[in-house]
C-alpha cells in the first residue's frame, strides 16, 4: 500500500461535473489500495474573481482582508469533492490549512510554510478516509488565515508529501506535462519526459507555470518523486528528478514567458553612494520582490533607476515611490505593466558561448525591440513588450530546434571561465 498526494489545479475541478470525475479518477487508486491525500485549488478563474472584488472595494486591499477572500475558493472545492465521494459511498473528510494544521510565517497573500502537523491527516487516513486538503492556505501561529501566492497549491501538495512522507505526489492539469515552451502558445512545444529539479526551478522561476516555484524547492529539498500529468488523460507525464538520473542533456531545455512583472523607472535619480539602498530598503520592507535592476548613468550627476516588480505589487509600489521620490530628490516615477519577460533556460548553456548572442538576433530579426536584458549562467531573459510574448516565444522555440528530441549539445571546447 503506497500513500499518494495528488493535486488537482482549477481547470481540472472548474465546475461540478469535472469536480465529480476527479472523485471518480481518485477513487481509482483508493480501490487499488492506496492511502489517498487530494488537494485541490479553486474553481478555475474563481481566484481571479476574487481578487477583482477587493480591487473594486479597496484600490489597495488590506493583505490579511486579502487572504481571508481568496482562501474561500478551496473551501468551496473540498467541500463538494468530498460530498462528491460521499455520494458514491466513499468516506472522506475535507480540511481547511488551519484544521491540518498547515503553519506559515505572517507575510499574507505569500507566506511561507514553516510547519506541517501530519497527525490527524494520518488519524484519518488510518480510519480509511480519503483526506482533502484546501491548496494554497495556512495559517499563522497566531490564528491568521494565510495564502501562499498565485499557484501555491502545488506548493501545499508537495510540502504535504513531503510532510507526510508519501511515495509518491503526482500534480495534475490541464496538459500532459512539462513541455519546452507553453503548449497553449506553440504547438511545436515538446513534452519533456525527465528534468531535473534544478531546470523545473528555474523554468517554474521564469514563468512556467505549470509548477509554482516554492513546490519544486520543496520537492528538491525532500526528494519527493514529482509527477506532472494531466488530469483528462490516462498519458504519462513528466518526472521531476535529480540531475543524475536524466539521460538527455539538451544546449537549451525551454523558453518561458512571464507576463506577471512590471516595469518602473524612476528618473533623475541624484547619482550619490547609499541611493541604490534609500530605493529599495523600503520596498524590501514592503515584502515587495524586484527582479531586474538597471542603473543608467544619464546627464551630470543624475541617474535613471529601473526595475521590474510583480505586477500584483505594482500599485502598492508606485503608491511608496510616489512619497519616495520626493524625499530622495528625484524627478518622477513612471511605469508599464505592458511588458513580459521572455527567457531561454538550460544547463548545457553553462559552457557554451553565443547563446545570449544568438537570442538578441532571433528577437532583432523579428523587429522586437529589447528593453531590458539578465543573465545567469543557465538563463538568459529579456524584458520586451507584451504584445510580442508569442511571437518572441516561438521564433526561439524554433530557432533553438526545441521540437526535436534528443538534440545533443553540440561538442564543443568549453568557454574558458573568467576566475579560472
Ligand atoms: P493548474 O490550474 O492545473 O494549476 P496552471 O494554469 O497553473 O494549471 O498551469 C498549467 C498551464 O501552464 C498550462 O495550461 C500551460 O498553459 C502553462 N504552461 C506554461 N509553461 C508551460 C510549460 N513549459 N509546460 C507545460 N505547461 C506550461
Ligand atoms: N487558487 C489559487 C490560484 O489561482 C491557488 C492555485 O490554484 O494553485 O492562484
Ligand atoms: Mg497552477
Known sequence: ???????????????TDKIKAVAERVLKYKQQGHQMVVVLSAMSGVTDQLTGYAKAVQKVPALREMDMLLSTGEQVTISLFTMALKEVGYDAISLLGDQVSITTDEMHTRARIKKIDTELI?????????????????????????????????????????A?????????????????????ICKAARKIDRISYDEMLELASLGAKVLDIRS?????????????????????????????????????????????????????????PGIAAKIFLPISDAGIVVDMIIQNTTT????????????????????????????????????????????????????????????????????????MISTS???????????????????????????????PIEEKEPVPSNEE
Not at 495564502?147 to 501555491?152: A, I, N, Q, S, Y
Not at 506532472?228 to 537549451?252: A, D, H, P, Q, Y
Not at 521572455?342 to 523579428?366: D, P, Q, Y
Not at 543557465?378 to 526545441?402: D, Q
Open 164 to 184: 507526510l512522507k508519501a511515495d509518491a505526489c503526482e500534480i495534475f492539469t490541464d496538459v500532459n506535462g512539462v513541455y519546452t515552451t507553453d503548449p497553449n
Open 122 to 162: 494520518r488519524k484519518h487516513l488510518d480510519e480509511g478516509k480519503i483526506v482533502t486538503v484546501a491548496g494554497f492556505q495556512g495559517v499563522t501561529v497566531d490564528g491568521d488565515i494565510t495564502t501562499l501566492g498565485r499557484g501555491g497549491s502545488d506548493t501545499t501538495a508537495v510540502a504535504l508529501a513531503a
Open 300 to 371: 551630470g550627476d543624475m541617474t535613471d533607476m529601473t526595475f521590474t516588480v510583480i505586477k500584483s505589487d505594482y500599485d502598492r509600489a508606485m503608491v511608496l515611490l510616489e512619497k519616495l521620490v520626493k524625499e530622495i530628490g528625484a524627478e518622477c516615477v513612471t511605469g508599464s505593466e505592458d511588458i513580459a519577460k521572455i527567457s531561454i533556460v538550460g544547463v548545457g548553456m553553462r559552457n557554451h558561448s553565443g547563446i545570449a548572442s544568438t537570442m538578441f538576433h532571433i528577437l532583432s530579426k523579428e523587429g522586437i525591440n529589447i528593453l
Open 1 to 15: 500500500m503506497s500513500l499518494i498526494v495528488q493535486k488537482f489545479g482549477g481547470t481540472s475541478v472548474g465546475n
Open 216 to 272: 519544486v524547492g520543496f520537492a528538491k529539498r525532500y526528494k519527493v518523486p514529482l509527477h506532472v500529468r494531466s488530469t483528462f488523460t490516462e498519458t504519462e507525464g513528466t518526472w521531476v528528478v535529480e540531475e543524475e538520473k536524466i539521460m538527455e542533456s539538451m544546449l537549451v531545455s525551454g523558453v518561458t514567458y512571464n507576463k506577471k512583472e512590471a516595469r518602473i523607472t524612476i528618473k533623475n535619480v541624484p547619482d550619490q
Open 377 to 407: 549562467e543557465i538563463k538568459v531573459s529579456c524584458i520586451v513588450e507584451e504584445k510580442y510574448t508569442e511571437l518572441a516565444v516561438r521564433a526561439l522555440h524554433e530557432a533553438f530546434a526545441l521540437d526535436k528530441a534528443n538534440l
